[in-house]
């Protein structure tokens, strides 16, 4: 059987939680394949409806991006986060705000899942973004409009408290959002699976789906040992997918991101640096995330790159950790890693149907833990026949992220943030 890939999440699954590899062949209406957030959340949703689903995972569930990343639970979509300024550029205020308003309803339903389903991924509510400058009138205009025209409750947090919970001089004033949280995600989906089970639906690891007949009405699905027949496709496979689709692979740049876990701090060290509970990240180009998590440890995510990981991982991220918080610089790292998150050049995810019966929701880039459960809510209502929400989706269509130069163009483009960053700190 496959394994997770050591990190701090899997280290606190307190029971192995394993399904079984497809062996045979199966009948279902909804064949899922990807048992990431995306694909968990789309068939929780058709299962919650009634509908007859199988979900298939390459590997184990939440293996790829889902059951290894932050764990910040954020509105909006990773074009612009919770700023919807560039989702109202390319949409129009009226399109933009529905598009908005799917993702704070799946905050809503994860947070009603998490509680239902008696999911143990420990939320924590709350989330900070620091300001790197001193720049209070921008980022009151920013809360205004948010609050104002998007009905957001976010908060202007003065510098005086802002460094009050997080000792360093970095911080200036910063912008709090009450319904944003963090968890821990390998339990989450863990949950989410048991109950897609409960709901009479089957999950299957270690079953890569390696081709799809898509010909007929009834679409055939081959793994290595078996074949799935099932009315409707959903492909949710991200930046782990294989070559199943040409036109998702083509439009899919997969970006290296990273996360470390500190050993667990006494409470001194801890006071020293972080007296709040909250998610927080800053608003440089190229910031860094944390939270504090259980035993006092700290959990620190940032930097991206082509698929490719620094050698030195935990001592690239704890110098990270350290220009902030200097006054860390005993705390030892426990674990670091990385993981890949599947973009689009628009940096929205891939919502859709390529043709009757098969359909694609994915690369949700780097905010997917709330967005997904959006995208998995539109699948849901759209197999369903409830609406056609998915078609909110259709500005942003598949754009070719320019094969072997596309990640050098990412690279770049992250040279362009930190330089940007250093240009901003003179
Ligand atoms: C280190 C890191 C930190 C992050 N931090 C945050 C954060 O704090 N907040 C946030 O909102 N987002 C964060 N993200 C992004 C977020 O994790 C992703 O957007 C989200 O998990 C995407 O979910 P997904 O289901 O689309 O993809 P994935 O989780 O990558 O799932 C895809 C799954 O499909 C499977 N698969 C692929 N091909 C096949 C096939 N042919 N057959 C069967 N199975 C297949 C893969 O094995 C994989 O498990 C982070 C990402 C990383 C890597």
């Known amino acids: ?223 290595a040992k078996g074949t799935i027949k099932a009315n409707h496709i959903v492909f949710c496979g991200s930046a782990y997918f294989n070559s199943l689709d040409k036109k998702l692979s083509r439009s899919c740049l997969p970006v290296s991101t990273y996360v470390m876990v500190t050993e667990p701090l006494d409470e001194q060290t801890m006071e020293s640096a972080i007296r709040a509970p909250y998610a927080i990240h800053d608003t440089r180009f190229a910031y860094d995330y944390y939270h504090p998590l259980p035993e006092n440890r700290i959990l620190w995510g940032g930097r991206v790159a082509y698929n490719r990981t620094p050698e030195k991982l935990k001592s690239v991220m704890r110098e990270d950790m350290l220009k902030i918080y200097p006054q860390l610089a005993t705390v030892k790292v426990d674990m670091a890693w990385a993981g890949l998150m599947g973009y689009s050049v628009h940096k929205m995810p891939l919502i859709g149907q390529f043709e009757p019966g098969i359909w694609y929701c994915t690369n949700f880039g780097g905010n997917g833990v709330g967005p997904t459960t959006a995208g998995g809510e539109v699948m849901a209502r759209a197999i369903t026949g409830e609406d056609e929400s998915y078609k909110l989706f259709e500005p942003f269509d598949f754009a070719y992220t320019g094969g072997v130069l596309g990640p050098l163009v990412a690279q770049l483009v992250y040279a362009g943030w930190k330089f940007n960053d250093w240009r901003n700190s003179l």
Request: charged content about 25%; glycine content about 10%.
């Open 1 to 223: 059987m496959s394994a997770y890939i050591d990190n701090y999440y899997s280290r606190t699954l307190t029971e192995e939680i394993a399904y079984p590899c497809l062996e045979g062949s199966a009948e279902t209406e909804i064949c899922i394949i990807g048992g990431g957030l995306a694909g968990l959340a789309t068939a929780l949703g058709l299962a919650e409806r009634g509908r007859k689903v199988i979900v298939l995972e390459s590997k184990r569930i939440g293996w790829g991006a889902s059951g290894r990343n932050g764990g910040f639970c954020m509105g909006g979509y990773a074009l612009g986060n919770e700023d919807a300024t560039a989702l109202v550029k390319k949409t129009g205020l009226s399109h933009a705000k529905e598009l908005f308003a799917l993702t704070k309803k799946a905050q809503s339903l994860i947070r009603s899942r998490i509680k239902n389903y008696n999911i143990p991924c420990n939320p924590v509510d709350g989330q900070l973004i620091a300001s790197w400058h001193k720049n209070p009138e921008e980022q009151k205009h920013v809360i205004d409009y948010m609050n104002g025209t998007f009905g957001q409750n976010y908060e202007f947090w003065q510098q005086e408290k802002v460094r009050d919970l997080y000792r360093t001089g970095c911080y200036y004033d910063a912008t709090f959002l009450p319904d944003n949280f963090h968890m821990n995600p390998l339990r989450y989906v863990q949950g989410l699976a048991r109950a897609i089970i409960e709901k009479g639906g089957l999950v299957f690891e270690d079953s890569m789906a390696v081709d799809v007949d898509r010909k007929s009405a009834v679409k055939t699905v081959r793994t």
